[in-house]
C-alpha cells in the first residue's frame, strides 16, 4: 500500500508533468505557425519584392494584370480596428463603471450576463446583422452609403468587442481593496470623485489590458467584416466605401479556388505574416504600456 504522503508526491508530480507538457505543446505550436508562415512568406517574397509589397496601392494578385501592393488590405484592417476601438472601449468602459458602481446587486446580475451573451454569438451571425439592419441605417442616414461598407464592419466589431471589454474592466474596478474607495468617500470625495481620481487610476494597467486585447480580437476578426464590409480591395479612407480586410482577403484565397503553389497561393501567406507581425508589435507595445503604467500606479 502507498501512504498518503507519497500519493501526495505522485499527484503532484503528475500534474506538473501535465501543465509542462500543455506549455510545450503550446510553444510547439507558435513555433509551428512561425515556421509555416515564415516559410510560406519566403516563397513569395522570393517572386515579389518585399517594398513592392508594403507600399503599393494597389491588390489584385487573382487578377489581370497581377499587383501585389498591400496597403489596401492594412488599411481596410485599419478602418475596421480604430472604428471598433473609438466606439468600444469608451463604451465599454462606461459599462464597466455603471455595473460596478451605481447599479445595485440586483440589477448587476441581470444586466451583466445579458452583456456576457452577446460574446457567444457566432460572428457569422454579426455580419448577417450588420448587412441586414446596420447597413440600412447607414443608407437612411447617410444616402450615398455602399451595400458593403467600413463603418457598417467597424460598428459591428465593436458590438463584439464591447462586452469583452466591459467585463474584464468591471473585473478590474471590484478587484481594487475596499478600504481604498472607502478611504476617499471618508474624506468627503463624491462617487465620480471616486470613479474618476480613484477607480479608473488605480485600474489602468488592467483597463489598458482589456483595451488591447479587445483590439486583438477586432483586428483578427474574419467573418462578420466580410460580410459587413466587403471583399474590394480599394485604398480609401471613407468609412463609406466596400473595403477588404487581410483577413477577408485570406478567407477568399482559402476557399479552394485558387491552385495550391502558385504565386496567388502565396499571398494569403504573405498576408497572414504581415498580420502576425502586427499583431505582435501591437502586443509588445501592449506590454511595455502596461509595465510603465503598472509601474507609477506603484
Known amino acids: 500500500m502507498i501512504d498518503r504522503k507519497t500519493r501526495v508526491t505522485i499527484i503532484g508530480i503528475s500534474i506538473k508533468l501535465v501543465f509542462g507538457v500543455c506549455a510545450f505543446l503550446g510553444i510547439l505550436t507558435t513555433i509551428g505557425i512561425i515556421f509555416v508562415l515564415g516559410n510560406e512568406g519566403f ?67 441581470t444586466l451583466k ?14 455580419g448577417f446583422f450588420a448587412l441586414t439592419f446596420i447597413t440600412p441605417i447607414l443608407q437612411k442616414i447617410i444616402p450615398n452609403t455602399e451595400i458593403f461598407n467600413a463603418a457598417s464592419g467597424a460598428i459591428v466589431v465593436a458590438i463584439m468587442i464591447l462586452p469583452m471589454i466591459a467585463s474584464l474592466c468591471d473585473d478590474a474596478f471590484r478587484a481594487i481593496p475596499r478600504s481604498v474607495k472607502d478611504g476617499a468617500f471618508a474624506i468627503g ?47 480609401t479612407l471613407s468609412p463609406l466605401k466596400s473595403i477588404q480586410t487581410m483577413t477577408a482577403y485570406i478567407v477568399q484565397v482559402s476557399l479552394g479556388d485558387t491552385q ?17 507581425v ?13 509595465t510603465k503604467f503598472r509601474v507609477k500606479s506603484l
Open 260 to 276: 495550391a503553389g502558385g504565386i496567388e497561393y502565396l499571398t494569403c501567406f504573405a498576408v497572414g505574416l504581415l498580420l502576425f
Open 189 to 235: 470625495a463624491t462617487t465620480n470623485e471616486v470613479v474618476m481620481g480613484i477607480m479608473i487610476p488605480y485600474s489602468l494597467s488592467r483597463i489598458l489590458a482589456a483595451f488591447i486585447l479587445a483590439l486583438s480580437r477586432a483586428i483578427g476578426e474574419t467573418m462578420a467584416v466580410t460580410l459587413a464590409s466587403g471583399s474590394n480591395p480599394q485604398l
Open 113 to 126: 450576463p445579458i452583456l456576457e451573451v452577446l460574446s457567444g454569438i457566432p460572428t457569422i451571425v454579426y
Open 43 to 109: 516563397q513569395f517574397f522570393r517572386q515579389v519584392p518585399i517594398w513592392d509589397f508594403l507600399t503599393g496601392t494597389e491588390w489584385t494578385p487573382l487578377l489581370e494584370p497581377k499587383s501585389f501592393g498591400v496597403l489596401p488590405l492594412v488599411v481596410g484592417t485599419l478602418q475596421v480596428t480604430i472604428g471598433a476601438g473609438i466606439i468600444a472601449m469608451p463604451l465599454g468602459l462606461l459599462c464597466a463603471v455603471y455595473l460596478s458602481v451605481y447599479a445595485g446587486k440586483k440589477r448587476r446580475n
Open 278 to 290: 502586427m499583431t505582435f508589435m501591437m502586443n509588445l507595445l501592449g506590454q511595455i504600456i502596461l
